[in-house]
């Protein structure tokens, strides 16, 4: 491979790296100095009430039905914060592989009490329970 295509590859690379970096820092300054924008959080909240009893969502649906598709780890923080704001059927949201919270046992529990079949014993069957928007 000729050496300036290769500078050109690992320079993409590394740009795309930082630019993830970025997005990420710049949620977790918003969160930590509460400089948040409120109308993403209850844009966030607003969906989460939506979906329906017996379905989950990801937190990468949320994130791009809000028009902020890489930004999933942003609406796990909202969703950790959302008791300041009201209440919302927060468990109703797991990650891409239908994993529900590591340590929040609550979550399995309302789950199945709305009859969400689980894969095993942390992962919801997102080919069954995932809310088709």
């Not at 791009?64 to 902020?68: D, H």
């Not at 992962?123 to 088709?132: C, I």
């Given at each position: 491979m000729d050496r300036n295509v290769t500078h050109s590859y690992n320079q993409n690379i590394a740009l795309s790296i930082?630019?993830?970096?970025k997005e990420k820092f710049y949620d977790m300054f918003c969160l930590?100095?509460?400089e948040i924008d409120e109308n993403v959080l209850y844009l966030i909240y607003s969906l989460i009430e939506e979906i329906p009893e017996g379905r989950v969502a990801t937190y990468g649906q949320i994130a791009?039905?809000?028009?902020?598709e890489n930004h999933s780890r942003f609406v796990g923080r909202a969703l950790k914060m959302s008791h300041l704001y009201g209440e919302?059927?927060?468990?109703?949201v797991v990650n891409h592989k239908g994993r529900v919270v590591i340590g929040w046992d609550e979550q399995i529990t309302l789950l199945k009490a709305e009859n969400i079949v689980f894969k095993d014993e942390y992962?919801?069957?997102?080919?069954?329970?995932?809310?088709?928007v």
């Open positions: 930082i630019s993830q970096a930590l100095k509460k791009k039905l809000i028009g902020k919302y059927p927060c468990h109703r992962h919801v069957d997102l080919n069954k329970h995932q809310w088709k």
